[in-house]
């Protein structure tokens, strides 16, 4: 499987951090200081998400896709393989975003599953690591933070 993933432990429970996970996205979803901006949130299998990443130099990359799963308190996927009117728009990931309870916090995996390898490359040349361990990092950061 052409996979790429990032794993966190965090110090609050599995409420607190699928709250700000799957309902503050535009707080953690990209690395700082970029922003997301969602546009279209329909949280649901077979549901549009749409959202614009905002660089601090007026870059823009904007994102389009359906909700493959919702397993509300649990996980949810994402893919840009087609957009909500279901036209063909690449494919290049499915994104999947999951918590478990674990000890006295949290696990938090991230994964983006690629049809091709060379998808997957790329997407790793792109820096996915460091650029998903950044949102990990600020989704922690968030969660702990508010469960002081």
Do not use: N
């Amino acid at each position: 499987m052409q996979e790429l993933s990032v794993t966190i432990f965090i110090h609050a429970p599995p409420a607190k951090v699928w709250d700000v996970m799957a309902h503050r996205q535009e707080e953690w979803f990209c690395p700082s200081p970029w922003r997301c901006e969602i546009l279209r949130d329909d949280k649901r299998a077979g549901g549009a998400i749409a959202s614009v990443f905002r660089g601090p130099d007026g870059e823009e990359m904007p994102h389009e896709g359906l909700y493959l799963a919702w397993d509300e308190g649990r996980l949810f996927a994402t893919t840009d393989a087609v957009t909500a009117d279901l036209q063909p728009a690449g494919p290049f990931m499915i994104g999947i975003w999951e918590i478990a309870p674990e000890s006295d916090g949290t696990r938090y995996t991230a994964r983006a599953r690629h049809w091709r390898e060379e998808d997957r490359k790329a997407h790793e040349d792109m820096g996915f690591v460091q650029g998903w361990e950044a949102c990990a990092a600020q989704l922690k950061a968030l969660c702990e933070g508010e469960a002081q």
